[in-house]
């Protein structure tokens, strides 16, 4: 698929480009894998960092994909685009017939390819079909989930995702107001909000704001497909190999901050084992003989599981100890920005 002429006129800032470059450090040459391509930014400046870097690109969404590709076409030999979703990571790298890479990097979140276009359905800002996929090619679209879901399912959809204490009022609405016409398009979605929250007018930020956020969470099934890529994409680094996540609001950072921590050898079970460097398989053997406590140690020194019950183990070393934020300057430049929170882990 090439990219039409109008698909030209969307462009797509990297956030937090410098700091990302800074903490990958692609100038020393090897393999990363960007597996949020979006419109390449970032993987185009990761190239350019030395002749010596591969990158493998990945994007669910097949327009992304094609536009990158183009983008990145005088990198050819060195790189690969790939449609997938990176919860497929170590398929997608077996395939290559990958085993170890340098860096990986996550970008989350919509690019303003798929936010800009109407046709997406990502935003009230103009009237569309609720569609919401990142990935159109599959899956359910969010006029499914708001015109089948119970009340009770999308009061909490609304709230778990949205973080939306109206839930419960927007819930009710949608059920009320589909039961005289299905609920198809963006702008009919965002005028139900108002509605339910009984509040029209001009506001600073869109009344509907959370709750388009909880159905592109719900659509795209963002956070459980996060929980099991970070694991994942720790088990390709190789040792000194490093991932970078950037999140795009409290939901995901939390996730991510809490995945480096298990990882990282804190252990959130009522144990509270916390181990500070990797055992050796004999140290191991000895403390499992006078520990009681908690049955779930094991295993290897590399991939030492600290305990089952909650999957810590010691394999990383978390670089940053708050997210990193962009400058005023960036902000300033790309308003996009602003909720950009990047946390970097480094693999032992
Ligand atoms: C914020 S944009 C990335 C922008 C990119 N870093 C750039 O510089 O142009 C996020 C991209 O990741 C893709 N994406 C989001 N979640 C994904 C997933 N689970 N698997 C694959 N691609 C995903 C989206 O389709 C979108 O194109």
């Not at 995702?161 to 198809?184: L, M, N, S, W």
């Not at 995901?252 to 084992?273: H, I, M, N, P, T």
Request: aromatic share 6%; glycine share 6%; proline share 4%.
């Amino acid at each position: 698929m090439s990219p039409t002429d109008d698909e030209h006129s969307y462009s797509h800032q990297p956030v937090l480009l410098e700091e990302t470059l800074d903490w990958l450090r692609p100038a020393s040459g090897g393999t990363f894998v960007d597996c949020t391509l979006g419109l390449g930014g970032h993987a185009e400046a990761m190239l350019k960092a030395s002749p010596e870097t591969r990158v493998i690109g990945f994007d669910q969404d097949l327009k992304a994909l094609a536009m990158a590709r183009e983008r990145l076409e005088k990198f050819t030999d060195r790189f690969q685009a790939v449609h997938t979703n990176f919860k497929n990571l170590s398929a997608a790298l077996n395939q290559l017939g990958i085993t170890q890479v340098q860096g990986v990097l996550a970008d989350l979140g919509v690019s303003s390819l798929q936010f800009d276009n109407p046709e997406r359905g990502f935003s009230f800002a103009a009237d569309a079909p609720l569609d919401m996929r990142m990935d159109q090619t599959q899956g359910e679209t969010a006029a499914d989930f708001v015109n089948h879901l119970s009340e009770a399912e999308l009061a909490d959809l609304i709230f778990e995702y949205g973080e939306e204490r109206g839930a419960r009022k927007i819930a009710k609405r949608i059920v009320r107001d589909r039961q005289q016409q299905p609920i198809e398009t963006t702008k009919q979605l965002a005028d139900l909000v108002i509605r339910a929250l009984n509040v029209p007018g001009r506001w600073r930020i869109h009344p509907a704001t959370r709750t388009f956020q909880a159905f592109r969470i719900a659509v795209n099934d963002e956070l459980k497909v996060l929980e099991s890529f970070i694991p994942a994409a720790i088990s390709a680094l190789a040792s000194g190999g490093r991932l970078a996540i950037i999140a795009f609001h409290s939901l995901e950072d939390r996730l991510v901050k809490r995945a480096f921590q298990r990882d990282a050898g804190q252990c959130f079970c009522e144990s509270k084992r916390r181990v500070t460097r990797p055992v050796s398989d004999k140290k191991l053997r000895t403390a499992m003989k006078y520990d009681t406590v908690d049955e779930a140690l094991i295993l290897t020194t590399r991939d030492a599981v600290i305990c089952a019950s909650c999957g810590a183990r010691l394999r990383i070393r978390p670089l940053t100890r708050k997210p990193v934020r962009p400058s005023d300057l960036e902000i300033a430049h790309n308003f996009r920005s602003r909720s950009a929170l990047l946390r970097v882990c480094e693999r032992i």
